[in-house]
Antibody, heavy 116, light 107 residues
Framework: QVQLKESGPGLVKPSGTLSLTCAVSGAPINSGSWWSWVRQPPGKGLEWIGEIYHTGNTNFSPSLKGRVTLSVDKSKNHFSLRLNSATAADTAVYYC?????????WGRGTVVTVSS | EIVMTQSPATLSVSPGERATLSCRASQSVATNLAWYQQTPGQAPRLLIYGASTRATGIPVRFSGSGSGTEFTLTISSPQSEDFVVYYCQQYYDWLVTFGQGTKLEIK
């Protein structure tokens, strides 16, 4: 059974970089799947951030393009998200997920707050 | 970007009363439409994909219909655990987008 778990700092300073990792267990990250990130600001809806294939191919939401970097580490079987120039608007629960949407394989999410 | 609009924002029904949630796309998404259920503090759970196909393990009281731009999620007889938030999502476009959600509450 595939399991995903997000991790990273829960607090990021404004203008800083938000960095998260999604650890994958139960499946090799180079199994031919895409790997995705979604976020949810407090009390709001879901926003797709982007996706990465194990070869490194990526797609990003235009609203975040230029600030987002996705990467895959096959040796650690995890993938990562970096979001530069963070603002309060980036405060959210960040979820990682396996596959392109629709998917039923999500991590439990991790809360990131952007504040000084 | 395809904009997904859900209505109503909040739907009040009595337990056992049929609940009908709506989702509209700003352009046709064919049947590339999914519904998710989200309980507070948890990740979304896939209910329906392909507009009308129930995901594995989803009770038969959940059904989806529609195509093009108009979609409906019906819960035939909501149970207490169903009174949470529901999101629609289109995946017709590579840029997947979600609706803003409908909260189902007990009347």
């Amino acid at each position: 059974q595939v399991q995903l778990k997000e991790s990273g700092p829960g607090l990021v300073k404004p203008s800083g970089t938000l960095s998260l990792t999604c650890a994958v267990s139960g499946a090799p990250i180079n199994s031919g799947s895409w790997w995705s990130w979604v976020r949810q600001p407090p009390g709001k809806g879901l926003e797709w951030i982007g996706e990465i294939y194990h070869t490194g191919n990526t797609n990003f939401s235009p609203s975040l393009k230029g600030r987002v970097t996705l990467s895959v580490d096959k040796s650690k079987n995890h993938f990562s998200l970096r979001l530069n120039s963070a603002t309060a608007a980036d405060t959210a629960v960040y979820y990682c997920a396996k596959g392109r949407f629709p998917t039923n394989m999500w991590g439990r999410g991790t809360v990131v707050t952007v504040s000084s | 970007e395809i904009v997904m609009t859900q209505s109503p924002a909040t739907l009040s029904v009595s337990p056992g009363e049929r609940a009908t949630l709506s989702c509209r796309a700003s352009q046709s998404v064919a049947t590339n439409l999914a519904w998710y259920q989200q309980t507070p503090g948890q990740a979304p759970r896939l209910l329906i994909y392909g507009a009308s196909t129930r995901a594995t393990g989803i009770p038969v009281r959940f059904s989806g219909s529609g195509s093009g731009t108009e979609f409906t999620l019906t819960i035939s007889s909501p149970q207490s655990e169903d009174f949470v938030v529901y999101y629609c999502q289109q995946y017709y476009d590579w840029l997947v987008t979600f609706g803003q959600g409908t909260k189902l509450e007990i009347k």
